[in-house]
């Protein structure tokens, strides 16, 4: 290894030898400016969903404390002109906004002269009005999203022989130009190996989905060139459709690979597939890297050097497990983009950004989450060229790097202590460090830096100073540490600089 150290690392592993524990302490050289750029996201990497229901108003996943113990429960459109909303909405830009769902499949769309609808016409749900989608499209349009969506494709698009038409889809393109808005991607369904959640027709099947894909691409190409197609947009290996088989019959079809990801379904749904006690193992945390390898096999196979984006994903499926809205999950969050940036995945869309308990933002008193804050801490930290990893193993430790967002040459680093210990990185140089922590895993507060992280008084982000350290940094805990090392000089880091957030 280069004698031309930048950083040195010395951890402490705690070691329980007969019910007392000592440190054990190892070092380990590291060289920032000899790490090599292994991968470049897109610059909306860091992404989120509203799901179109929330814009519609209709019935979303109960809370938790809901009275009737109801799985849903009606929700009013979501005030996209609220000041705060927009704020922390703004905080995390440059970023895709992908107003889609389950919802969105069976949502009925106007035309443009339209007298208001009171009911969904039949074979529809809901109905989107003129104002709302306006609103979405403002809402887009003054905090820096592209906007991502998906078309109607329940029984009210369809002829009477089932067979897809492009009207609903012709109307959404139409109302968005009208608002002066642009849709940069789409996915024709949303989860469309789920027939029957998506209300797709019944017996609904793989030569059906084919047919209308092929439809649905020629519209698109001729109607809407410029929109990136976005495919197959489905979730897990299994369902009435499986990913397999639609990605084999329409090879060569999508402009990008999309699918979605839950690691496992919340309570409101059977078989929950995980439990709070599990949320900082590796057999959990690399569940979304297991998920990647499957379709990037799919996309090695029928659409080979395309790019793959993960368009939906969360702690669980079904609105979240009650600890989704804690610090516990924030070491998933900021994990799965690490991993994912790490296998050259270019976008990742959280859902959602403010309904339910995976939501980063409480709906009801719009108050930012823990995972708001550590999104925030990854959008004023790490840039679009992603470094390698050393190849060394810290005990409880896990390590990104990437080139610093905000500086020409620098280096971020994203430390996840996931132990019950502390660790200790001892620099050899000057970082600037924001460590979050929380006074337990289940706790909906954290601290930044050991203050409390609060919007300020004027409803505005704060602007989270960071500490200036030279020599041993702590890590405490249960705790993620974002760290910015700048004067690196790495080459990788050399050619673009990666601009700081609008909050900055």
Not at 5 to 18: C, E, I, S
Not at 43 to 54: A, G, K, L
Not at 321 to 339: E, H, I, K, M
Not at 430 to 453: E, K, P
Request: charged fraction near 20%; hydrophobic fraction near 40%.
């Amino acid at each position: 290894m280069r004698f031309a150290k930048t950083l040195m690392m010395v951890f402490g592993a705690a070691l329980l030898t007969g019910g007392t524990s000592h440190d054990e302490t190892a070092i380990t050289d590291l060289d920032l400016k000899a790490l090599a750029k292994i991968s470049e996201t897109d610059p909306r990497f860091q992404s989120f969903n509203i799901e179109m229901v929330e814009i519609t108003g209709g019935r979303f996943w109960a809370p938790y404390d809901d009275p009737s113990g109801a799985r849903y429960a009606r929700r009013p459109p979501t005030d996209l002109s609220n000041k705060r909303l927009n704020i922390l909405a703004a905080g995390l830009a440059p970023a895709y906004l992908r107003v889609s769902g389950t919802w969105a499949n069976s949502t009925y769309v106007p035309r443009i002269d339209e007298a208001p609808v009171a009911l969904p016409p039949e074979g529809f749900n809901q109905v989107l009005t003129n104002a709302q989608w306006r609103d979405a499209i403002a809402f887009a349009r003054t905090n820096d999203l592209a906007l991502i969506t998906s078309f109607p494709v329940s029984l009210g698009t369809r002829d009477a022989d089932g067979r897809w038409s492009i009207e609903q889809a012709q109307r959404l393109l139409a109302l968005t130009h009208h608002f002066g808005g642009r849709i940069a991607a789409a996915e024709f369904i949303n989860e469309p190996n789920l027939t029957k959640l998506g209300r797709l027709p019944d017996g609904y099947a793989l030569s059906d989905y084919a047919r209308d894909f092929a439809i649905f691409r020629d519209f698109a190409k001729r109607v809407a060139p410029d929109m990136l197609i976005l495919g197959p947009g489905s979730s897990g290996e299994g369902g009435d459709l499986t990913a397999t088989d639609m990605m084999r019959i329409t090879a060569g079809g999508v402009d990008v690979v999309s699918y979605h990801f839950y690691g496992a379904l919340s309570k409101r749904c059977p078989d929950s597939q995980t439990t709070a006690d599990q949320a900082l193992s590796e057999e959990w945390l690399s569940r979304t890297e297991r998920d990647f390898i499957f379709y990037a096999g799919l996309r090695d196979r029928y659409e080979p050097r395309k790019d793959i984006w993960l368009t939906e994903t969360a702690q669980a499926a079904c609105g979240g497990s009650p600890w989704a809205a804690t610090f516990r999950d924030s070491f998933r969050y900021v994990g799965q983009l690490g991993r994912l940036a790490q296998r050259g995945v270019k976008v990742v869309a959280h859902n959602t950004l403010a309904a339910s308990e995976y939501a980063l933002i409480d709906s009801k008193t719009l108050e930012p989450r823990p995972n708001y804050w550590a999104a925030l801490l990854w959008r004023r930290t790490m840039g679009t060229t992603v470094l390698e990893r050393p190849g060394f193993v810290i005990p409880g430790v896990e390590l990104y790097f990437h080139c610093l967002r905000d500086d020409l040459g620098g280096v971020a680093i994203l430390a996840e202590n996931l132990s019950e210990t502390s660790k200790t990185l001892a620099l050899k140089g000057r970082a600037s460090v924001n460590t979050m922590t929380a006074q337990g895993l289940d706790s909906s507060f954290v601290q930044i830096n050991g203050h409390l992280a609060r919007m300020n008084p004027d409803g505005t982000l704060p602007r989270l100073v960071a500490k200036n350290k030279i020599g041993a940094i702590a890590l405490p805990p249960h705790s993620i540490t974002f760290l910015a090392v700048r004067g690196i000089n790495n080459p990788a880091c050399l050619k673009a600089v990666h601009p700081g957030s609008l909050n900055d």
